[in-house]
Nanobody, 115 residues
Framework: VQLVESGGGLVQAGGSLRLSCVAS????????MDWYRQAPGKRREFVAR????????NYADSVKGRFTISRDNAKNTMFLQMNSLKPEDTAVYYC?????????WGQGTQVTVSS
């Protein structure tokens, strides 16, 4: 499974961005998918998860109520709608797919929120 993220960029605090993650390869084996992020000098941290059928989601407390994860299985694409962005949301955002217990990562997309 190959994953490619896009949609990052520079935005002012309070603004919005929508990230996309397109999967290719053996996508029919993909279980749940996640978004993670890593800020400079910090550990990679969990942001959000969505189940294979999109029926269940969960979020880190820091983004709950501001971010929405979704997926379109027909297009092998996962999204992260990010609203009310804060400077502390600045990070490289990665998508991750779980396939038969193995995690596959994308290359990341930079999100920078200016104050």
């Amino acid at each position: 499974v190959q994953l490619v993220e896009s949609g990052g960029g520079l935005v002012q605090a309070g603004g919005s961005l929508r990230l996309s993650c397109v999967a290719s390869g053996s996508t029919f084996n993909v279980n749940h998918m996640d978004w993670y992020r890593q800020a400079p000098g910090k550990r990679r941290e969990f942001v959000a998860r969505i189940t294979s059928d999109g029926g269940r989601t969960n979020y880190a407390d820091s983004v709950k109520g501001r971010f929405t994860i979704s997926r379109d299985n027909a297009k092998n694409t996962m999204f992260l709608q990010m609203n009310s962005l804060k400077p502390e949301d600045t990070a490289v955002y990665y998508c991750k797919a779980l396939v038969y217990g193995l995690g596959y990562w994308g290359q990341g997309t930079q999100v920078t929120v200016s104050s």
